[in-house]
C-alpha cells in the first residue's frame, strides 16, 4: 500500500469513520484533489480495508462551455473504471452577485440532495491543507473572529429538513439546508484529506497511477479572491515561511480546539432547565449575564446573539463591535449602536435589545 492511501486509511480511522455497512456520497470536479480521494478508497475496498458502498458525484456548473463537459465525461470514464456508481447533474449558475458562492451552494444543494435520495452517511469531499491555508487567509483579510479563523473543519454534521428535492442554504458555511418539512435528517460532512495531504501530494498520486487529472481554466482567473490569495499571497509568504502552508494550517486546526471550548461553556449555563429547553429567541440580552467576561468569551457570545437575531454577521466590522462594547460598559440607558441595514442596538434597562429595520 502507498503512503498516500495508507495516510487516508490512517485518517479514516483518527475520525472514527465507519469501515462498513455505510453509503458514502464522494464530490469528484475532476481536478487531481478529487480524483486522487477516488483512487484511495478504489485502492482500500479493492484490499478489503473498506466494505463500503462509494457513490461518485459530480455536477457540472457549465460555467466553462466544451471545458465543462470534458470533466463530466472524464469523471464518467474513471467512476466506470473504478467500478464506482455515479450521481450526475447540470446547472445553470446564475452571473449575478458572487459566482463562487452560487456555485458553490448549487454544488452543495446536489450533494446533499443525492446523499438523501441514497440514504447516505456522508458526503467527502478533498478539501487539503492548501484549501485550509487559504480559507484562513481569507478570512483573515476580511477581518474574521475567532470562528472564522478556525477555518475548515475535517468533519461536521449537516443538518436539514427534508421536503422534496428542492433545498435552499441558510448561510455561506453551508451548515444548513432547510426546507419547511417537519422530518429531520443528518448527514456527516467529511474532509478526509483536509488534515495531512497537500495539493502537490494528490497530484502526485494521480501521477503515480498514471492518471491526467483535469485542470479548471478558472484557477488562474486573478478575478477571484481565494485565486489571487493562491497566486499572489501565499507565494510571497512562502518567501518567509517555506512551510506557510502547513503553518497556517496548523494555525486554524490549533484554533478549532480554542474555539470549541470556548463554545462548551456557556454564558446561559445558569439558566433553569425550562429556559434551557424554550428555543424561542430572545430579542433582549442581559448585559450582567457577560459584562464580567474576558473580552474573547463576550466577543464570541455577542456574535452569535447577533447571528441569531440577524440571520448572519454580513456587514458588521470592528466598527460595529467597538460601538457595541461601548453601549455594554455605558452607565447610560436608552443610548444605542448603529448596525448596517438601519438596524441597531439600544441599550435598556440592563439589556441590549436589537431593533431590525420593518421597512
Known sequence: MDNFTRNLLTEWRRLKLPFADAIFIVAVSGGADSVSLLLALHELRKRKKLNLRFVTAHFNHNLRGEESERDEEFVKNLANDLQFELALKKGKISDDGNLEQSARIA???????????????????????????????????????????????????????????????????????????????????????????????????????????RYDTMNEDL???????????????????????????????ILQKDFETLKSISFRADLDEEEKNNKKREENLKIKDFKELFPSMRQYFLREWLKEQRGNLRGLNKKHFEAIESLIFSRKSGKKAELPNNEFLLKERGSLIFVKNKG
Open 107 to 213: 454544488r452543495y444543494e446536489f450533494l446533499v440532495e443525492t446523499a438523501e435520495n441514497l440514504h447516505a452517511d456522508g458526503i467527502l469531499t478533498a478539501h487539503t491543507l492548501n484549501d485550509q491555508a487559504e480559507t484562513f487567509l481569507l478570512n483573515l483579510i476580511r477581518g474574521s473572529g475567532l470562528e472564522g479563523l478556525c477555518g475548515i473543519k475535517a468533519i461536521r454534521n449537516f443538518e436539514f429538513k427534508v421536503q422534496s428535492s428542492e433545498f435552499k442554504v441558510q448561510s455561506l458555511e453551508l451548515e444548513n439546508l432547510m426546507s419547511d418539512a417537519n422530518d429531520q435528517s443528518k448527514i456527516l460532512l467529511v474532509r478526509p484529506l483536509l488534515g495531512w495531504a497537500k495539493r502537490e501530494d494528490t497530484e502526485n498520486f494521480c501521477h503515480l497511477n498514471e492518471i491526467e487529472f
Open 223 to 253: 478575478a477571484f479572491k481565494r485565486v489571487r490569495v493562491r497566486k499572489v499571497l501565499i507565494p510571497l509568504l512562502e518567501d518567509f515561511n517555506p512551510k506557510i502552508i502547513e503553518t497556517l494550517a496548523q494555525t486554524a486546526f
